[in-house]
């Protein structure tokens, strides 16, 4: 392994662990999400090579865990926990968080429905989405479908609706 990459390995593997860390932790209490989620998924992957170059510097070290049961103890519950995690959304027996079921229920109103929620009349919501590029904004149609029409998807009308709240 080249110096460069030796020298530089675990370092890095350790401060985008703590990046990742960190955010990871203000997701899950709902803290910040906007500022942590995309550093989160990007750095994230960026871990992947110094931890492949770490595992690789390391790797006769590594080897040896094998040889007693605490690597296979961790490795089999880590993967029974990931595996209980993912079970409900691998047999479609998923159920929504609430913030979800309300923006579901809400990006599949129509104008008439939702318009009261920006204290606005049907007529003025419509235009204020036909400003926004919502061009196949009417009546009778859901914000879903009004989004699908006008080229745009269901994000676009949740992040559309967010900013109009501001």
């Known amino acids: ?5 030796s020298r530089y390995a675990t370092p890095f593997t350790t401060g985008l662990f703590l990046v990742s860390l960190v955010s990871g932790i203000a997701l899950f209490f709902h803290f910040g999400t906007s500022a942590f989620r995309e ?4 750095l994230s992957m960026v871990l992947i090579l110094p931890f492949v170059l770490h595992i690789w510097k390391n790797w006769r070290p590594f080897l040896m865990y094998f040889k007693r049961p605490p690597m296979a103890i961790a490795l089999g519950l880590s ?3 990931g595996l209980a995690m993912a ?3 691998l047999t479609g027996e998923t159920s929504v968080s609430p913030q979800v079921a309300m923006i579901e229920l809400v990006a599949n109103g129509t104008p008439a429905q939702v318009a009261p929620l920006y204290n606005e009349t ?3 919501f419509i235009a204020t989405l036909k400003e926004k590029g919502f061009t196949a904004a009417e009546t009778g149609k859901s914000l879903v479908d009004i989004a699908t029409a006008s080229g745009k998807g269901e994000r676009d009308v949740v992040m559309t609706l967010t ?3 501001q």
């Open 1 to 5: 392994m080249p110096t460069f990459l």
């Open 39 to 42: 550093m989160h998924e990007w």
């Open 79 to 81: 993967l029974a926990a």
């Open 87 to 89: 079970w409900p959304a």
């Open 122 to 124: 049907e007529e003025a």
């Open 163 to 165: 900013a109009l709240k």
